[in-house]
């Protein structure tokens, strides 16, 4: 639908444009002036016409440029922010990941004191099981 509508524009004015070209060549013809005068005012005006033109072109273009390095300062900025962001991001994952290390080592060295004591425990109850009955177990 939206091609539609551009290419209808489009064709209007193009339609326009060039209605009003033969409408002023037509009027130029027309005049009641001699061919002289006639050839005159047209050169005037096709000069009028590409000075207006050459304007308007530096006009868009120093626009253009406008916009673009605007556009380009916000993309930087947006740019320098995110890579800020993902600093702060990676350095809290590293944190993060420190801690947990640091709590998996404590929880490690508890499991491992408590293993080294059962072992003890249960060296203490075999110690006792292979006695003979009066010995005192030998302590290792």
């Known amino acids: 639908m939206g091609k ?10 193009s339609g326009f444009v060039l209605g009003g070209l033969v409408g002023a060549v037509v009027a130029l013809l027309l005049a009641p ?8 005012y047209i050169r005037e005006k096709g000069i009028e016409l590409k000075d207006t033109a050459a304007e308007k072109a530096a006009e868009a273009r120093s626009e253009a440029e406008a916009i673009l390095a605007d556009a380009r300062a916000k993309a930087e900025a947006k740019v320098a922010e995110a890579r800020l962001q993902a600093e702060r991001l990676a350095q809290q994952a590293q944190a993060k990941a420190d801690e947990l290390k640091r709590q998996g080592q404590v929880v490690l060295e508890e499991r491992k004191t408590k293993i080294e004591e059962a072992i003890e425990a249960g060296k203490k109850k075999i110690g006792k099981k292979n006695a003979p009955a009066g010995e005192a177990p030998a302590e290792t």
């Open 4 to 13: 539609d509508n551009n290419s209808e524009f489009g064709a209007f004015l």
């Open 33 to 40: 002036q001699s061919g002289e005068e006639t050839r005159t």
